[in-house]
Every structure is written in C-alpha cells, then in structure tokens.
C-alpha cells in the first residue's frame, strides 16, 4: 500500500496522471477477480490515451519526466525515508489506504521534491573526474603477504583439533564384547 503512494506522488510531482498506475494484488486461485482487474486498467488506460497526450505533454518532454522519476525514487534520500516511514506505519499498526496515503505524502513529498529538484541541478553541472588509480603492483603485494600468512595459521589449528578430537571418539565409542551379530 505505501508503494502505491509514493508512486502516486512522484507521477504527481512530474505532472503524469497518476491513474496511469495500478497496483493490485490476486492470488492464483481469483483469476476471475485478475481479469476483472486488467479488463478494467486496460479500458483506463485506452480511456486516457497514449501516455503523455492526455497530460498535453511532448513525448520528448515525457521521456524526461519518467527519467527524473526514476531518478527520484532511486535515490538515497528518498529510499531511506520511504524505509523509515514504512516502519513508523508498522509501529502504529493502523494499515488503512487513507493513513498510509496520509503518511507517505506527510513524509514523502519534501524527499520527492528535493530528489527531483537535485536532478534539475545536476543536469547542467560537469561530471566529477574519476579518481586516478594506483598502480597494480603496490595494491597486490599487501594482499600476497597477508594471505600466506593467514593460511599457514589456519592450517595449523586444524590439525590439534584433529589430533584432540580422535581420542575422544575412541573413548565416547567402546566396544562391547561377546556381542555378536547373528544371521
């Protein structure tokens, strides 16, 4: 139910119609409630048109759009808050489509906003320069020297432990004698 929200509000924040977004649950044993539900998302969606001519926007600018929705929900910010307020709604334990609504667009909307407004921003900014790597042989010959030295110790306890473990079984395990099995 709090997906449904955020997504209703990034396709706001966007400007898509956000009845364009359906999300529905039927288990395998409702296939009459299944198709009931496509059959009706599908005259929705004829009824609205292709994407973007209902909301009287270009297709070039549309494409724009749904990348800065992406862009929004996939970022940092926005997930952690989406987490932290799922939490906050399984804590308070009310699970109704108008609270978890209420909540999402009480917690969600300055995220979204910000993410989207961050998107705008970085747009026109130059990408960072990557970092410069080291060379290969200074980063390999820590590693070679650690892992010798590491599996000379390992190899060591397992053999005291074998060594321990073996007269222990001798002793848990006696043998009996003048029992014999018979045919």
């Known amino acids: 139910m709090g997906m449904n929200a955020l997504v209703f509000n990034v396709l706001q924040e966007i400007g898509v119609n956000p009845e364009r977004f359906s999300l529905q649950w039927a288990s395998a044993a409702e296939a009459p409630r299944f198709v009931k539900l496509i059959t009706e998302f599908t ?3 004829k009824e609205l048109g292709p994407l973007g001519q ?7 600018e549309m494409k ?13 910010k926005v997930r952690m808050v989406f987490g932290n307020t799922a939490k ?10 108008e609270y978890i ?11 979204i906003t910000k993410a989207l407004t961050a998107e705008e ?8 320069a990557p970092e ?24 060591a306890a397992p053999k005291k432990a074998a060594a321990k473990a073996k007269p222990a079984a001798k002793k848990a395990a006696p043998k009996k004698k003048g029992t014999a099995k018979k045919k």
């Open 54 to 60: 209902a909301e009287g926007i270009e297709p070039d």
């Open 64 to 76: 724009i759009r749904l990348d800065k929705g992406l862009a929004a929900v996939s970022s940092r």
């Open 88 to 97: 906050t709604i399984r804590k308070e334990g009310i699970f109704t489509q």
């Open 132 to 155: 410069k790597e080291k060379p290969a042989a200074k980063k390999a010959a820590p590693r070679k020297a650690a892992s010798k030295a590491k599996p000379a110790a390992k190899k």
């Open 43 to 45: 005259g929705k969606i």
């Open 101 to 111: 609504n209420g909540v999402i667009e009480a917690k969600l909307t300055k995220a």
């Open 121 to 128: 921003a970085t747009e026109g900014a130059k990408p960072a």
